[in-house]
Nanobody
Framework: QLQASGGGLVQAGDSLRLSCAVS?????????VSWFRQAPGKEREFVGY????????YVTDFMQGRFTIARGYARNTVDLQMHSLKPEDTGVYFC???????????????????WGQGTLVTVSS
């Protein structure tokens, strides 16, 4: 089971850290944990992933330099750290996971087995 948390209302330029807590199993038993976001009226968009076996993170090009993904060892979480937030970063942020690392694309919504409930991030200008 996944649970995303940490969202809230912030101002443009602020930082925010979201956490995806995994319960019922350890992170090491998952192949990949990814973050997606969904802006109002738009499709769910891939943000980045953490490949658990290699502890390797990737963030999509549009967010590199502002967003990072890392493992939070103390709480069995995968965290999304966001800096220099912009109003266009507003949306519901979801974490998703698979038991194994996908062959081929990792950015498709339909390849993920487990989803958290989402946490709302609102960035005011």
């Amino acid at each position: 089971q996944l649970q995303a948390s940490g969202g809230g209302l912030v101002q443009a330029g602020d930082s925010l850290r979201l956490s995806c807590a995994v319960s019922g199993r350890t992170l090491s038993t998952l192949g990949i944990v990814s973050w997606f976001r969904q802006a109002p009226g738009k499709e769910r968009e891939f943000v980045g992933y953490l490949r658990m076996s290699l502890n390797r993170a990737y963030v999509t090009d549009f967010m590199q330099g502002r967003f990072t993904i890392a493992r939070g060892y103390a709480r069995n979480t995968v965290d999304l750290q966001m800096h220099s937030l912009k109003p266009e970063d507003t949306g519901v942020y979801f974490c998703a996971a698979r038991d194994n690392y996908p062959v081929g694309t990792y950015s498709r919504v339909d390849i993920y087995t487990y989803w958290g409930q989402g946490t709302l991030v609102t960035v005011s200008s």
